[in-house]
């Protein structure tokens, strides 16, 4: 049982480019999350899924997209990446609406130059 | 900002003293949890309080929680050098059903042998 699968695990883009970060989980989660993580801001969420087809923004949307074309994977793209999105990014899923914890992969690590 | 915020922001104990960290945060809630980080890793979930709970244990975890005050507190016993780790108050989202959860900026635990 893996988990939560992050690919990823570290990558160096120049500003401009392009990528999509793969989230996988094999738990039956519905709910998807991505997050990313910057020294003394703790996690900010930038997306989420409450299932297969639907995503909605979090509180750091701004560009980035998602995608949630199958149950198990929520994928993360940046169109025109910018320094401002070096991060570590983390995804997690959970089972239910309410009260129950989150599984986190293990972050990707990414560097804009 | 619907953050938690930690305090303190470092602890520093010798093994086999407790350590105790403790959140704040601003909005309703239906529960709120903790996890733990190592250092380059994923966050792991350790404990959940739902918001008419007022104290839960899991091993040599005592989380407690006052929604008067909006705060929450987590009290590691008997702390081992394992136990060095960043840890993380999250708020479950009471608005949109989401299972959002917002994370504080972490407490930096150091356990020394």
């Known amino acids: 049982n893996a988990g939560v699968t992050q690919t990823p695990k570290f990558r160096v883009l120049k500003t401009g480019q392009s990528m999509t970060l793969l989230c996988a989980q094999d738990m039956n989660h519905e709910y998807m999350y991505w997050y990313r993580q910057d020294p003394g801001m703790g996690l900010r969420l930038i997306h989420y899924?409450?299932?297969?087809?639907?995503?909605a923004k979090g509180e750091v949307p701004d560009g980035y997209n998602v995608s949630r074309l199958k149950k198990q994977n929520f994928l993360l793209g940046l169109e025109s990446a910018a320094p401002s999105q070096t991060s570590v990014y983390f995804c997690?899923?959970?089972?239910?609406?309410?009260?129950?914890?989150?599984?986190f992969g293990s972050g990707t690590r990414l560097t804009v130059v | 900002s619907q953050q938690g915020e930690e305090d303190p922001q470092a602890l520093s104990i010798q093994e086999g003293e407790n350590a105790t960290m403790n959140c704040s945060y601003k909005?309703?809630?239906?529960?709120l949890q903790w996890y733990r980080q190592n250092s380059g890793r994923g966050l792991v979930h350790l404990i959940l309080?739902?918001?008419?709970?007022r104290e839960k244990h899991s091993g040599r975890l005592r989380v407690t929680l006052d929604t008067s005050k909006k705060s929450s507190s987590l009290l590691i016993t008997a702390s081992r050098a394992a136990d060095t780790a960043s840890y993380f108050c999250?708020?479950?989202?009471?608005?949109?059903?989401?299972?959002?959860?917002?994370f504080g900026t972490g407490t930096r635990l150091t356990v020394i042998p």
């Open positions: 309080i739902r918001s008419n709970e």
């Open positions: 999250a708020t479950g989202d009471d608005q949109t059903g989401a299972n959002n959860l917002f």
């Open positions: 899924s409450v299932g297969e087809g639907t995503t």
């Open positions: 997690a899923s959970t089972s239910g609406p309410r009260n129950y914890g989150y599984t």
């Open positions: 909005t309703s809630i239906n529960n």
